[in-house]
């Protein structure tokens, strides 16, 4: 299958800092990448969903002043925490879809995690 | 809207026992149901979906899952697990037609030798 790359697999940051976090295509285009948050023994929670060339799509309760997505290329989405806070932490997975022109039938494919951890 | 449920948080088994994981599902539109697997330590990887047709799906390792509208379900099973197949595994719905996936909380499968 195909293959999502996302850097770096782990932060650590002090509080008020930025950190970024990219998610790339390695072997597929993808116009559509998700954002997701999971907490410890809990589910994963779409926070975007972006596109390239425009801008993402938060779901509710989600602050896009704080999670700043950019999907500059078809191969490259990068979610950028800004100042971040010990709640902020948490692990952040990001899925590509492997755009066929097939709609729901074009699969998605997910990236192994990023754990970042505020202190 | 939708919701996922996914009525155990963990199931322990031994080797060659038969597995069932639970998945129900809510959707005010069609629905296409997925199992995701996501070992120690790496990412989710399909395992099987149900977007259309038959109502029973399978996977390459052993794994089926049938699609029950009349029950909201979609049901993960195997009549015979490995250890290999120890991970934590996740049913989730997607529907419309802006592709975004709804997580269940997973189940942890843990079996034991």
């Known amino acids: 299958g195909a293959v999502v790359s996302q850097h770096p697999s782990w932060v650590i940051c002090k509080s008020g800092t930025s950190v970024k976090i990219e998610c790339r295509s390695l072997d597929f285009q993808a116009t559509t990448m998700f954002w997701y948050r999971q907490f410890p023994k809990q589910s994963l929670m779409l926070m975007a969903t972006?596109?390239?060339?425009?801008?993402?799509?938060?779901e509710q309760g989600v602050e896009k002043d704080k999670f700043l997505i950019n999907h500059a290329s078809l191969t490259l989405s990068t979610l950028t925490v800004t100042s971040a806070h010990p709640e902020d932490s948490s692990f952040y997975i990001c899925?590509?879809?492997?755009?066929?022109?097939?709609?729901?039938?074009?699969?998605?494919?997910f990236g192994p995690g990023t754990r970042l951890t505020v202190l | 809207a939708q919701s996922v449920t996914q009525l155990d948080s963990q199931v322990p088994v031994f080797e060659e026992a038969p597995v069932e994981l639970r998945c129900n599902y809510s959707s005010s539109v069609s629905v296409y149901l997925f199992w995701y697997v996501q070992y120690p330590n790496q990412g989710l990887q399909l395992l099987l979906k149900?977007?259309?047709?038959?109502?029973l799906v399978e996977s390459i390792n052993g794994f089926e899952a049938e699609f029950n509208k009349s029950q909201t379900s979609f049901h993960l099973r195997k009549p015979s697990v490995h250890i290999s197949d120890t991970a934590e595994y996740f049913c989730?719905?997607?529907?419309?037609?802006?592709?975004?996936?709804?997580f269940g909380k997973g189940t942890l499968l843990t079996v034991n030798p």
């Open positions: 989730a719905v997607s529907g419309g037609s802006n592709y975004k996936l709804t």
């Open positions: 899925s590509a879809r492997d755009f066929q022109g097939r709609g729901i039938f074009d699969e998605q494919f």
């Open positions: 149900y977007l259309s047709g038959s109502t």
């Open positions: 972006s596109n390239e060339g425009s801008k993402a799509t938060y």
